[in-house]
């Protein structure tokens, strides 16, 4: 059976590892790595093996999504109200007043089952997150370094990587 996640005993479980894993990630870039594209879609594909998200969903409790304007137009038709009261039931805008995000966390369509209550039409960017295998890996460094204190996947991937990138022995997930 999958393991199940808090935040709480996630950051603590994680603590070493994150210690010794952030400054890898964040000059991953400064290391000359063969075929890192090709190692990306390999470990990425691993990662999704050993971890469910949704005995996880810590990303849906502690965190938010920012919403486009095609999702919103896309999740209140959904929901069958309109855009105007879509926003100001369930969106804010964020500090720099430049994206619309949840108003209220945990997210208020996640279930009690740790399902999305709108997976079909949620936001483009819970659909990507977190973008283990995003176009631009190396630019996304500083972004897996911050992730990997909320997402256990995102750890993951970096520990699979650092270990085949320094050949050390492969470790268990936390
Ligand atoms: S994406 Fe990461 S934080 Fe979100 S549910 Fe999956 S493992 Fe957890
Ligand atoms: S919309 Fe769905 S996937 Fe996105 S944060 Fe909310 S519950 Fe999670």
Request: aromatic content about 8%; some cysteine; proline content about 13%.
């Given at each position: 059976m999958a393991k199940k996640y808090t935040l709480s005993a996630y950051k603590k479980e994680s603590r070493n590892k994150r210690k010794k894993l952030g400054p890898f990630i964040r000059n991953i870039h400064r290391r000359k790595i063969i075929n890192l594209s090709r190692l990306v879609i390999a470990t990425d594909a691993q990662v999704w093996q050993e971890i469910d998200c949704t005995q996880c969903a810590i990303c849906c409790k502690h965190m938010t999504p920012t919403f486009t304007q095609t999702d919103i137009r896309r999740i209140a038709k959904h929901l069958s109200i309109s855009v105007a009261e879509f926003k100001a039931t369930y969106l804010q805008k964020d500090h720099e007043e430049k994206d619309w995000i949840n108003?209220?966390?945990?997210?208020?369509?996640?279930?009690?089952?740790?399902?999305?209550?709108?997976y079909d039409v949620r936001p483009i960017d819970c659909r990507s997150?977190?973008?283990?295998?995003?176009?631009h890996w190396l630019l996304q460094r500083n972004v897996f370094d911050a992730n990997m204190s909320y997402c256990p996947a995102t750890l993951r991937m970096v520990e699979l990587i650092h270990q085949q990138v320094t050949n050390e022995p492969k470790g268990k997930k936390v």
């Open positions: 108003l209220h966390i945990p997210c208020p369509f996640l279930d009690k089952n740790n399902l999305c209550g709108i997150f977190p973008h283990l295998r995003h176009r």
